[in-house]
């Protein structure tokens, strides 16, 4: 063993983990889970919030575990899911709990925006995709006197980065998915911070991931009871990072999709594209860490059968949802994953069911069929956005990889491979956290760059391969015409 240890931090929507990376003497990587914990917003006095006091007394207790575990030194990423911000006041104290972006308080709010500044201008400056929750939204609708009060503005990271450390930053990958950093000046854009009467000093000056931030806070440190810690800057969006850890090994051209709460799926870029064509397809350019972009499109993703494994008690795993989908009829109604009324709908087993009574479909009564409605959609959805990135690059996709949680569904890896007739490569389901840890790495001079960060993934962690198979039968040809004719219309 080589004897640096490096922790990362990564906490999606739905779970958080604390995980050891190490590269061994034979230079391969290995992971060990040190701590994990749920989760969740929750609705206080009618708004959906985000427990911060939580999420940072959990880091502290996988930290207090690592120690437990041997590790007195170590070095610590933090990557989290991006756009929700915490308004810092003077003394450090947090003025008001951080909303969750499925809070409805943003609803009709582009629009009055659009008024004033339209989404074209918008996109010309920042290439981000018009997504309801944006950050430049939230913030429109925030109460102005709160925002006047912020000392800084800190995206959910980059907060718990300062609580750790007491230093504050903004991170690249994550800033961009604000929607206020300026493509052309590489900084956050005067006129759209005016437009929502902030001043530039609000957010701490841009980082990038590698960055060394520091050791614990004095008091914290004092304690004894966490290891001595190097904070680095991670790749803090968790897509960001999810796209570092993604196992591409070879030439072929490759695209992505980070499959977890939500379906992140596109192609990385040494450079943007945001022409008009972009901004009808709404594809968006994140800022990625050394000098790329992540051309994506956001998907409803795995958040629908999140809200029907929640609906249905939590009894049946999301294993057993995916066998229960998979003993039914393939492609027998079908939804629109992108349509807004899934982002929070009160029942979302429901909403399934009535978005098929209106289009004429079969209902799908059982918990299998709904689950099979919910993987068939995604896996139409994979297939239009995938064709819709072959155009807007100009260039033929020829494998797909599918990184996180949903890479673990074996029915809708195999059904993207057919749609799609190319190999879908699966896994690591822990991609995020691995390209948390590349950062790391590659700061402390342990791995050279991305590319060989990639291969060592690819050699420690394997892939599953699925190589298209079956023919389009009649079901799944009359599904394919259905969705991509709403695809053609919708396109959100
Ligand atoms: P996030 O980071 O957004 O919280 P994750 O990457 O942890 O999400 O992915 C969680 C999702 O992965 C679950 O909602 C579930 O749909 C899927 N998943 C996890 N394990 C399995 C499994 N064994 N079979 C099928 N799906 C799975
Ligand atoms: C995924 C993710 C995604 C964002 C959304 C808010 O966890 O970070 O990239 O668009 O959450």
Known sequence: ????????????????????????????????????FKNGFAEKGGHLYW??????????????????????????????????????????????????????????????????????AIYAKTGIQYLSFNTLYQLYVHDKQELQAAESILLVPDYLYFRLTGRKISEVTNASTTALLNLHTRDYDEELLSLLGLARTQFPPLTEPGEALGGLDAAMAASGELPECQFIAAASHDT????????AAGHEPWAYLSSGTWSLI?????????????????????????????????????????????????????????????????????????????????????EIRRYCAETGQPLPHTLGEIARCIFDSLALSYYCYVKDLEQLTGERIGRLHIVGGGSNNMLLCRITADLLGIAVHAGPTESTALGNLAVQL?????????????????????????????????????????????????RS
């Open 442 to 490: 590659i700061s402390s001079g342990e791995i050279r760059d991305i590319h060989e960060v990639r291969d060592v993934i690819h050699r420690s962690f394997g892939v599953t391969v699925y190589e298209p198979q079956a023919t389009l039968e009649d079901m799944k040809a009359a599904a394919l015409a259905k969705f991509s004719g709403w695809h053609l219309t919708i």
């Open 51 to 120: 427990d911060m006091d939580y999420l940072y007394a959990e880091i502290v207790e996988g930290l207090r575990q690592a120690k437990t575990r041997g590790i007195d030194r170590c070095t610590v990423g933090i990557d989290t899911w991006a756009v929700d911000y915490v308004l810092v006041g003077r003394n450090g104290e947090r003025i008001h709990e951080v909303y969750a972006y499925r809070d409805s308080r943003t609803e009709g709010a582009a629009e009055e925006l659009h008024g004033k500044f339209p989404f074209e």
């Open 266 to 350: 596109g192609v990385e870029r040494k450079a943007p594209i945001a022409g008009p064509d972009a901004l009808k397809s709404n594809y968006t350019n994140e800022w990625g860490a050394y000098g790329t972009t992540r051309f994506l499109k956001n998907i409803m993703g795995m958040w629908l059968i999140q809200k029907v494994h929640e609906e249905n008690g939590g009894r049946y795993s999301y294993g057993e949802l995916v066998e229960l989908a998979a003993s039914v009829q393939p492609f027998r109604s079908i939804i629109y994953p992108n349509a807004e009324r899934f982002l929070n709908p009160s029942s979302m087993t429901g």
């Open 1 to 36: 063993k080589r004897d640096q240890h490096h922790i990362a931090v990564d906490i999606g929507a739905s779970s958080g983990r604390v995980v050891w990376g190490e590269i061994q003497q034979d230079g391969n990587l290995t992971l060990t889970e040190i701590h994990r």
């Open 240 to 247: 960001a990072s999810a796209v570092l850890g993604v196992p």
